[in-house]
């Protein structure tokens, strides 16, 4: 096209479901569906989804491929955004390995494609349209299954050299943990995400450890969830509040690093795990205050995000919209 002048789909394929929307290309969604993703039937068939997703919002809502600028996607994993393929899987989308997305799909609808991380999407989303608005230097956190970030950097998304930046799940917050499912040992995903409160919480019962949570489990310890974790937490369980304090401790090592490191002015945690304030962020908010370099702290801010699960499609489309025009902040 010789023009921007025409809307853009954004699609984020999460381990649940797949969101598509269309987006003017001044970064205003027009319409959104969403389907689920049904990872278990493999690649190809959530692929085959992820097409007919995209057809689905175009029909029903009178557009043809000859009309779109462009697509851009959000996927978990390891992304080399320079290719458009998902390297690595994440807990999300296991048995993604060195899957071509971008070629594949600019193959299917011949249009041009865009493809980054999750959480880099989400960040650049909350940057443009939500929580980190007028904010330059700024790095999202995904708190949920797993645990994904992003990096703003003088306003630009930053990537680094085959877009594989923003990893932060995956620094080593304490070398004598547990392996994490990126081959690392003790990592801050395997030490403060969801996934880790109920693997831990599971482990200690199993041990003979007491807690109302085998009461709320009706004895099958082996399926406790991070929501029921939580819940006992509230209710004053000594068991469950250890293991959320724990996490928390985690996460707030894995928050200093982050601060030390790139300094921002803003880090804006996303995710459902961000939703337990008191028993989990603010611990771990108080750590960063005592620990991190404090010229670092003065004028930092954390808070929660603003688009919630909208969030990775709102970025597909900046991401997108600004390849397409050449843009920068």
């Not at 999300?92 to 193959?107: R, T």
């Not at 959480?119 to 956190?141: C, D, I, M, T, Y």
């Not at 019962?205 to 937490?233: H, P, R």
């Amino acid at each position: 096209m010789t023009q921007f002048d025409s809307p853009v789909v954004a699609v984020d394929i999460g381990g649940t479901k797949i969101m598509t929307a269309v987006f003017s290309n001044d970064g205003r969604m027009l319409a959104k569906d969403v389907c689920p993703t049904l990872v278990d039937e493999g690649v190809d068939a959530v692929i085959e989804r992820l097409a007919s997703a995209i057809y689905t919002i175009l029909n029903r809502n009178g557009l043809v491929t000859s009309r779109l600028a462009g697509i851009g996607i959000a996927c978990a994993g390891g992304i080399d955004s320079a290719s458009g393929v998902v390297v690595t899987p994440s807990p999300n989308l296991p048995d993604w390995f060195d899957i071509p997305l971008q070629d594949i799909i600019e193959k299917r609808f011949n249009i041009d494609t865009f493809v980054l991380n999750d959480a880099s999407a989400a960040a650049l989303g909350e940057q443009r349209f939500g929580a980190g608005q007028e904010v330059k230097n700024l790095v999202l956190v995904t708190l949920g299954t797993g645990i994904g970030g992003g990096i703003i950097i003088e306003g630009n998304l930053y990537l680094g050299a085959r877009g594989s930046a923003g990893e932060l799940g995956h620094m080593t917050v304490d070398e004598g943990g547990p392996v994490c499912g990126c081959g690392n040992i003790g990592c801050l995903e395997v030490m403060a995400s969801g996934r880790a409160v109920a693997r831990e919480a599971i482990r200690r019962l199993v041990q003979g450890e007491k807690s109302s949570l085998t009461e709320m489990a009706d004895g099958k310890v082996e399926s406790i969830t991070t929501e029921q974790v939580a819940a006992a937490a509230a209710a004053g369980d000594s068991l469950a509040l250890y293991v959320l304090s724990r996490a928390s401790h985690y996460l707030g090592v894995g928050l200093v690093n982050i601060v030390n490191a790139f300094n921002p002015e803003m880090i804006i945690l996303g995710g459902g795990m961000a939703e337990l304030d008191s028993l989990y962020v603010e611990p771990a908010k108080k750590l960063v205050i005592e620990r991190a370099f404090s010229i670092s702290t003065r004028n930092l801010s954390i808070v929660t995000a603003q688009l919630g699960n909208e969030a990775g499609v709102y970025g597909a489309a900046a991401y997108a919209i600004e390849q397409i025009t050449g843009r920068t902040a």
